[in-house]
């Protein structure tokens, strides 16, 4: 009957959501919001190069830009649904399930995500995504999350040249989609996922700008080229947008979906970052996918240091386009708000907060990655004072971090969000206003 609720909204009041305002509220009003999925994109690739040849060089430059805003510190916190929990984070502001994919799973629940919520603002949504559109469950989920149209294998051309590995590659893909992207009804949210730079990173040889690592792992190794290929591909699209038109009236964000690299490579990616080996610290710091929020004419963009996940999408999402949405059930917090939780957890309930990184048990300093030190309380002589600031600095936030994950599991499991009326407020407040 939904009565567990109540503590889930509790706690979601008191302890996630923040009072201030930023003032970046409102600064994308109106505009399309072009979204970029960017398949298996990883940080550690930004700003990096291999055989002396930079990776990424179009995202390079676009931190350069004035108009961008990049996290650096930016986690995926998918599960086991890969880049559909990647999705399911962003429109949803909800965690994945810790087994399973919650777009098979859960697919049918009543949900109050991103498409639902602009619409009421005027907005149509769509997804552009040249896979077959049953793949993780999508045709049912984006139903259920509210996206009007969805672009799926069906709607593009593709052909033996055009094509490799998992299907159409990514710059036939962004040209194709430009006919459909310029009927749509403004202003739109459409989300573009990428598919070149997917496991196992096949190449055509003429796609190949860059070449391969050397090690014992080709999938790193194969990983450099396509990852160019995806970059070269993103800025072909930035060039498609400014000749139709449409730049200017967009915001566009880029985002890593999940880690493509997994710690069955340990051995070649720490040969390549130069580490005699990666700790349980590098692997949480590997989880670390970039985030460009590119915001045309904007002007005042930089580089982001603060500690963030796919979790704080939606709230950014809909302050930057002035939408309130105080009515509702989330997990994250708007990147742009000095004041927020100040820590973002992992499916697996490891977490980052601002000083401290949590996994297989260690609490870690996150400026230098080496473990806290922690007294046994009988070995300490220490005033009850200095003997608090002993104890482990990484429990309190470890048991908000398994509520906020168990919260959002019951949320998914029970289909809670059938019994929140997110019109509440909204009525109260224009009844109070007459
Ligand atoms: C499949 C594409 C890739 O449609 O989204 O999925 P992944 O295997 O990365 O979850």
Redesign the pocket.
């Known amino acids: 009957d939904g009565n567990e609720l109540t503590e889930i909204v509790d706690y979601v009041e008191n302890e996630v959501k923040t009072d201030g305002q930023s003032d970046m509220f409102g600064v994308a009003e109106g505009k399309n919001i072009i979204w970029i999925n960017a398949?298996?994109l990883q940080s550690f690739v930004i700003n990096n190069e291999v055989n002396g040849e930079e990776i990424t060089p179009f995202l390079n430059s676009l931190i350069e830009d004035e108009d961008t805003y990049y996290f650096e510190n930016f986690y995926e916190q998918t599960g086991q649904?890969?880049?559909?929990d990647s999705e399911f984070l962003v429109e949803n502001s909800l965690y994945p399930l810790s087994r399973g994919a919650v777009f098979f799973t859960h697919g049918g629940n009543e949900y109050h995500a991103i498409p639902e919520i602009i619409e009421d603002a005027g907005y149509q949504s769509a997804v552009f995504?040249a896979?077959n559109g049953s793949?993780?469950n999508r045709f049912q989920m984006y139903d259920s999350l509210g996206f009007n149209h969805f672009f799926d294998e069906k709607s593009y051309e593709i052909t033996d040249e055009n094509s490799v590995g998992?299907g159409l590659k990514d710059k036939p893909f962004f040209e194709q989609s430009m006919k459909y992207l310029e009927t749509l009804e403004k202003p739109f949210y459409a989300k573009f996922?990428t598919?070149t730079n997917?496991f196992p990173f096949e190449l055509d040889e003429e796609d190949r700008s860059i070449e391969p690592y050397d090690s014992n792992s080709n999938t790193l190794n194969n990983y450099f080229p396509a990852v160019r290929y995806m970059d070269e591909a993103l800025e072909e699209f930035f060039n498609h947008l400014k000749e139709s038109g449409l730049y200017e009236d967009s915001i566009i964000v880029i985002m890593g979906?999940?880690i493509g690299i997994s710690a069955n490579h340990n051995k070649a990616m720490s040969m390549y970052l130069n580490k005699e080996e990666i700790s349980p610290y590098d692997q949480v710091q590997l989880q670390r996918v970039p985030l460009f929020i590119h915001i045309p004419g904007h002007g005042k963009g930089e580089v982001v240091t603060k500690v963030a996940g796919q979790i704080d999408m939606k709230p950014t999402m809909l302050n930057l386009l002035g939408i309130k949405h105080d009515n509702d059930i989330y997990f994250g917090n708007d990147l742009f708000s000095e004041d927020r939780k100040g820590y973002i957890v992992l499916r697996n309930g490891d977490f980052i907060s601002d000083d401290y990184v949590y996994t297989v048990n260690t609490c870690y300093h996150r400026a230098t990655g080496e473990p806290v030190e922690i007294l046994e309380e009988d070995e300490s002589e220490l005033n009850e004072y200095q003997e608090t600031e002993k104890e482990n600095p990484c429990a309190p936030i470890a048991e908000k971090a398994n509520l906020e994950l168990q919260y959002s599991d019951d949320i998914i499991y029970g289909d809670l969000l059938r019994f929140f009326d997110f019109n509440q407020k909204e009525q109260e407040e224009k009844s109070s206003s007459k």
Not at 81 to 84: A, K, L, M, R, W
């Open positions: 398949e298996s649904g890969n880049t559909s995504h896979n793949f993780w998992w996922i598919l997917h979906d999940h």
